[in-house]
């Protein structure tokens, strides 16, 4: 247990509605991951960030903005959600030293209707 | 960046030997080949990475080729619990490729 939690864990909404997940670790690392996990798709990285206020994109970040004010919270949102975000969000760091190993959140499973 | 490939499914005997494959042709000379494995719908967890030299660790080896196109997962003596979904990813730079995973069944 990496100190991970995603907050909430479950949600429901409409297409159109915004929507945020929340990451927050208790252990101030400094990489912090977005993921989306899809049958036939597997994981794909959806924004990550290397520090407060240093965010990069990953492979499918579009209709994905995040934000991280504190380096504890890593925010994802989703301006306008559709139903093709529909998806297991899940969110990893890497602890110092570590490399590129990550360590996972519980995830976050989005239905949007 | 590094596309991973592997089998959909397979089967392993309690007790013995699990060899999971992963083909990773286009890997580039610096980056890494991960394994993961996900245990029902909770979050993948770490278990072994390497570049270019086998490794070991208490959860498994990784076996890469010296062309370092492919890799094996061995999981040395296969019990119940390690029945999972196994990934193979490849990456540096906190941008992993993730394959879509071997469904690993252990049986007894």
């Known amino acids: 247990d990496a100190g991970i939690t995603q907050s909430p864990r479950h949600k429901v909404t409409e297409t159109g509605t915004p929507v945020t997940l929340r990451c927050h670790q208790t252990?101030?690392?400094?990489?912090m991951y977005w993921y989306r996990q899809d049958p036939g798709h597997g994981l794909r990285l959806i924004h990550y960030?290397?520090?407060?206020?240093?965010?990069d994109k990953g492979e499918v970040s579009d209709g994905y903005s995040v934000s991280r004010s504190k380096t504890e919270d890593f925010l994802l949102t989703l301006e306008s959600a559709t139903s093709s975000q529909t998806s297991v969000y899940f969110c990893?760091?890497?602890?110092?030293?570590?490399?590129?190993?990550?360590?996972f959140g519980p995830g976050t499973r989005l239905t949007v209707l | 960046d590094a596309k991973t490939t592997q089998p959909p499914s397979m089967d392993c005997a309690e007790g013995r030997a699990a060899n999971l494959p992963c083909n990773h042709s286009?890997?580039?000379?610096?980056?890494?080949v991960y394994w993961y494995r996900q245990i029902h719908s909770q979050g993948p967890q770490y278990i072994i990475h390497?570049?270019?030299?086998?490794e070991t660790n208490e959860m498994a080896s990784l076996i890469i080729t010296e062309d370092r196109k492919s890799s094996t997962l061995i999981l040395p003596h296969a019990t119940l619990r390690d029945t999972a979904v196994y990934y193979c990813?490849?990456?540096?730079?906190?941008?992993?490729?993730w394959g879509l995973g071997t469904s690993l069944a252990v049986n007894p």
């Open positions: 990893a760091i890497t602890p110092s030293g570590r490399g590129d190993e990550q360590f």
């Open positions: 252990e101030n690392h400094r990489y």
């Open positions: 960030s290397y520090g407060v206020k240093d965010t």
């Open positions: 286009t890997i580039s000379g610096n980056e890494y």
């Open positions: 390497g570049l270019k030299n086998n």
């Open positions: 990813a490849a990456g540096n730079n906190r941008k992993l490729i």
